[in-house]
């Protein structure tokens, strides 16, 4: 058998490995030289030192990063169960999820969404807003593209970033006042969300302020209860629906309580016809009836409905209610044209006509009621408050006053002779000739013309005045206003003066109030014996 050699002899070991010699040694030492010369300066690689470098932008300043938690917000839009919900419903899980996130980002592009969510923007984007929100929440109001304020505005309504709906509805008025005044349909929006999340979360009705009628819907329940409502209250709801601005007629400016006592008595006459031969009452006529509508509450936003309330009731007024039932929202109220009305202008507009007429005004005005039965109301209660005047005048006797001091200073003379006649008398008794002791008393204690006077219309207030006559009459003696007594007590000044003269009128002779000057005034002669007579 032939030996197999396995090759460990020299020759064969050259021949698997190059030998290294002198000259080898040489070139890797070069090679070595020439990578430290070339690299020599560099910290990374110096003798001196090796240490980290920092690098100039960190991940978070550079666009193509996103941060954890709005990464996290992605995956939530994409998971199985957003599959099975609608837009609404992911846009509040996530923003639950980002409530607290802050940003410190240097935004310089726009965005601008009809109904803009999380989803709809870009990580640049998203990050611009997270920085406006941190700076908002910090009480700082940067300018701003509107898509953000809405995109903020739908957080408030699902009560994110803030402890209750009370500092919601704050939050959302604070946003109108900083960024309403540059877009009216922004300003609208933000003023109906608020108002719905007053409704909604079941805040106190007062916050409302768009959707409250307050003013208009408490005139029509006066006129709904014109029969009973006090006078001045009912005119009071009369001039607030009418679109006929009474306050500015020349007419009634002229004869106001006139005016306000026929167009009262007119409406309440008006209104008991209605309610007697036609099948519609006034206010159905005028202003329609009461109709429950669906309502969207927070209608143009995205809103997930996270209460989804099965049964809610909420008042405005007594004629302003909101109903839910089953997460459906409605609205029962006066559907017609509360303010301003123009069957009631019209109206109004009909009985200055009138009168104008009646009183022979110098500026006459055309009816644009022609219904005969309307006319002749209007006729007719001017009629009976003339009637009235007239009749009270007649009763009245005028007195020449220029002759009071006259009288006062022949009663003055009578006084002194009864006093020297008693004086006479005495000194005649002292001769022998007395008067009987019965006749010498009474001299002695009658009272002087003066005394009696003043009994008859001092001390207690006749009963013949009533509560309201004294009113008036104190007011006049302390110089108040007539104006202001007549709001506060819902009465007619002049109609109670007229009676105050005709009353007084045996106790002094005379009209005490005098009616012919620029405003009703006591006359200088029976002003201390009126203050005597109410204890003034």
Not at 5 to 22: C, I, K, N, Q, Y
Request: charged content about 30%; some cysteine; aromatic content about 10%.
């Amino acid at each position: 058998m032939q030996e197999r050699v396995f090759g460990r002899g020299v020759g064969h070991r050259s021949a698997l490995r190059p030998e290294v010699t002198s000259d080898t040694r040489l070139d890797v030492e070069t090679l070595r030289s020439a990578l430290d010369e070339r690299l020599h300066g560099t910290a990374a690689f110096s003798a001196k030192s090796y240490a980290d470098q920092p690098i100039i932008f960190t991940g978070s300043h550079l666009r193509s990063y996103t941060p954890g938690p709005i990464a996290h917000a992605r995956d939530l839009a994409r998971d199985s169960e957003a599959l099975r919900h609608g837009e609404a419903w992911t846009f509040l899980r996530q923003a639950r999820f980002l409530a607290d996130f802050e940003e410190s980002y240097d935004f310089s592009g726009n965005f601008s969404r009809y109904f803009p969510t999380y989803e709809a923007m870009s990580n640049d984007q998203l990050r611009g807003y997270f920085d406006w929100r941190c700076k908002w929440r910090h009480e700082k109001e940067p300018r701003v593209s509107v898509s953000f304020v809405y995109l903020y505005a739908y957080e408030l309504i699902h009560l994110v970033g803030v402890p209750d709906a009370t500092s919601a509805w704050q939050e959302l008025r604070r946003l109108r006042r900083a960024y309403g005044p540059g877009s009216d349909r922004m300003a609208a929006n933000l003023d109906r969300w608020s108002d719905d999340l007053v409704v909604y979360y079941g805040l106190d009705p007062h916050l409302l302020q768009v959707l409250a009628h307050r003013e208009q819907d408490a005139a029509l329940l006066a006129l709904s209860q014109c029969k009973t409502c006090p006078f001045e209250k009912l005119f009071d709801a009369l001039m607030c629906l009418s679109s006929y601005r009474i306050e500015e007629s020349s007419f009634y400016k002229a004869y106001p309580s006139d005016f306000k006592q026929v167009a009262v008595e007119t409406y309440r006459a008006i209104a008991d016809h209605h309610d007697r031969h036609l099948k519609h009452s006034l206010l159905q006529s005028y202003f329609g009836v009461s109709v429950e509508q669906d309502y969207q509450m927070f209608g143009n936003a995205v809103f997930a409905d996270p209460l989804h309330p099965d049964h809610a009731d909420f008042e405005v007024d007594p004629l302003d209610h909101f109903y839910c039932r089953c997460s459906r929202w409605s609205r029962k109220r006066y559907v017609g044209n509360l303010h301003p009305n123009r069957k009631l202008g019209a109206l109004m507009k009909t009985i200055d006509a009138t009168m104008r007429t009646i009183y022979d005004f110098k500026r006459p005005l055309k009816a644009p009621v022609s219904t005969k039965y309307v006319n002749a109301l209007i006729v007719h209660h001017t009629e009976l408050l003339l009637d009235e005047r007239r009749e009270a005048k007649g009763r009245v006797v005028r007195i020449d006053r220029s002759k009071l001091r006259e009288i006062r200073a022949n009663a003055t003379l009578t006084c002194k002779r009864l006093i020297v006649a008693q004086e006479s008398d005495e000194e005649e008794g002292e001769g022998g000739l007395s008067a009987p002791p019965a006749l010498a008393k009474a001299t002695v204690d009658a009272p002087s013309v003066l005394e009696v006077q003043k009994s008859e219309s001092a001390g207690q207030v006749p009963p013949l005045l009533t509560s309201e006559e004294r009113d008036v009459l104190c007011t006049l003696l302390e110089d108040g206003s007539l104006k202001e007594l007549e709001r506060k007590h819902h009465i007619m000044a002049s109609l109670l003066i007229e009676s105050i003269n005709e009353k007084l009128y045996d106790t002094f002779g005379d009209v005490v109030i005098d009616v012919q000057q620029d405003r009703p005034r006591i006359i200088a002669d029976y002003e201390q014996d009126l203050k005597d007579m109410v204890s003034i």
